[in-house]
Every structure is written in structure tokens, then in C-alpha cells.
């Protein structure tokens, strides 16, 4: 049985994504092909119930640069900024998505969170998702659909952070000790983008 502890990308996902400078962590552009990338685009653009999160954040209450929706198998919950998240259903659309890319990266989800980026203001800071209920070692598959933003990525202590492009339909794969040893973002832009919609799957094993 493969555990988080064991896990390791299928070689035929290796061949199609490329290393990106930084250990346990995979980036395979045009993982969903256009067509398909478009369609989730379209259905999660119209009908996810999309929220303005509100969080903590050295002491002060702030709403996040960013809308949200969360999905996931019936009952799934994840708890993050001190706040528990109760997945909505999965649609028909971002369901199968979820099984494929279950699938594809030999590895199964309940979970996803979903970020809608409306234009080069809207931005995640730097984080890890580190959570204790993704265990110690977690996998995340991040899926961008819509407009290219850049995503960097940096060590957690110390150290410059390096930087590569977000394409439509393209998956970034964390796993391992990366989201220990290191933290991402996707910055804000002064330049003129379109929206983007990043889908952020894992295991949470919480059922609320």
C-alpha cells in the first residue's frame, strides 16, 4: 500500500512534467487538454458559490484578495487560518477532474480548494499547506485554468525563491517534505490578465 511517506509520482507523469530546481515538486504543463481545460473553466466561472474570505491575520480581521469555493466527497472538511471549511459536493465536472487527476499522479482526494483570481490585483501569499489535517507529508495537485499568473516558490528559512509561469490547464505537484521545507505564492501583477481559477486538491481525512 502506498502511504504519503512512500509516495512518488508514475513514471509516465515524470516524462510529461519537468523538474523545477526544488525537490518533490513536479510542474506538467497541458496536463488537461485546451478543450477540456476551457469547459472547467466555463462551469466553475458560472456556478461555483464563490465567497469572500474573512481570517485573522496578526491580530486584525482581513478579507482575502481572492474568491473561494470548496468541494469534496460528502462530509469532507478542512480546517485552515483557524477556521474549518465543510466541502460542498463535488459538481459533475470538477468531480471528474478530481478522479483523473486521482488517477493520473497514482494517488486519491476529497478535497478541493478552489481560488478565483479576477485580475493581477487579486493574489495568495506566501504559505504551505501544511496543515496537521493533510498529515505529515501531504500531496497537492494545483490545477490553473484561465489566465498565466507566476507562481514562485521559496525555502521555508531562508533563501532566494524562483519563479516559473502558470499555463492554462497545467498541474503543479507537491509531495514529500516540500510543503515543510518550503513556501509558495502567486504574487500580484501590474500587468493586464484575465481571470484565473486555481483548483488545489488533497486528502484531509477530516469528515465533519
Given at each position: 500500500m502506498i502511504t504519503a511517506m512512500t509516495y512518488a509520482p508514475p513514471c509516465e507523469l515524470r516524462r510529461a512534467g519537468r523538474e523545477v530546481g526544488v525537490p518533490q515538486v513536479l510542474y506538467v504543463p497541458g496536463f488537461l487538454p485546451p478543450r477540456q481545460a476551457d469547459a472547467l473553466l466555463r462551469d466553475l466561472l458560472a456556478a461555483a458559490r464563490w465567497q469572500r474570505e474573512r481570517f485573522m491575520l496578526f491580530g486584525r480581521e482581513v478579507t482575502a484578495p481572492r474568491?473561494?469555493?470548496?468541494y469534496g466527497e460528502?462530509?469532507?472538511s478542512y480546517r485552515y487560518s483557524g477556521v474549518t471549511r465543510r466541502a460542498e459536493?463535488?459538481?459533475a465536472a470538477i468531480g471528474a477532474v478530481a478522479r483523473e487527476i486521482g488517477e493520473r499522479v497514482a494517488w486519491s482526494?476529497?478535497?478541493?480548494?478552489v481560488n478565483r483570481f479576477r485580475d493581477g490585483r487579486d493574489m495568495l501569499g506566501w504559505h504551505s499547506d501544511d496543515e496537521a489535517d493533510l498529515g505529515p507529508e501531504p500531496v497537492i495537485a494545483s490545477l490553473t485554468l484561465g489566465a498565466e499568473r507566476i507562481f514562485r516558490i521559496r525555502p521555508r528559512n531562508s533563501g532566494a525563491s524562483i519563479g516559473w509561469t502558470l499555463g492554462h490547464g497545467s498541474l503543479v505537484l507537491m509531495w514529500g517534505a516540500s510543503q515543510r521545507d518550503y513556501?509558495?505564492?502567486v504574487p500580484r501583477t501590474r500587468r493586464a490578465v484575465g481571470e484565473r481559477i486555481n483548483c488545489t486538491f488533497r486528502r484531509t481525512g477530516l469528515r465533519g
Amino acid at each position: 500500500m502506498i502511504t504519503a511517506m512512500t509516495y512518488a509520482p508514475p513514471c509516465e507523469l515524470r516524462r510529461a512534467g519537468r523538474e523545477v530546481g526544488v525537490p518533490q515538486v513536479l510542474y506538467v504543463p497541458g496536463f488537461l487538454p485546451p478543450r477540456q481545460a476551457d469547459a472547467l473553466l466555463r462551469d466553475l466561472l458560472a456556478a461555483a458559490r464563490w465567497q469572500r474570505e474573512r481570517f485573522m491575520l496578526f491580530g486584525r480581521e482581513v478579507t482575502a484578495p481572492r474568491l473561494t469555493a470548496w468541494y469534496g466527497e460528502q462530509g469532507a472538511s478542512y480546517r485552515y487560518s483557524g477556521v474549518t471549511r465543510r466541502a460542498e459536493r463535488w459538481p459533475a465536472a470538477i468531480g471528474a477532474v478530481a478522479r483523473e487527476i486521482g488517477e493520473r499522479v497514482a494517488w486519491s482526494f476529497d478535497f478541493a480548494l478552489v481560488n478565483r483570481f479576477r485580475d493581477g490585483r487579486d493574489m495568495l501569499g506566501w504559505h504551505s499547506d501544511d496543515e496537521a489535517d493533510l498529515g505529515p507529508e501531504p500531496v497537492i495537485a494545483s490545477l490553473t485554468l484561465g489566465a498565466e499568473r507566476i507562481f514562485r516558490i521559496r525555502p521555508r528559512n531562508s533563501g532566494a525563491s524562483i519563479g516559473w509561469t502558470l499555463g492554462h490547464g497545467s498541474l503543479v505537484l507537491m509531495w514529500g517534505a516540500s510543503q515543510r521545507d518550503y513556501k509558495h505564492a502567486v504574487p500580484r501583477t501590474r500587468r493586464a490578465v484575465g481571470e484565473r481559477i486555481n483548483c488545489t486538491f488533497r486528502r484531509t481525512g477530516l469528515r465533519g
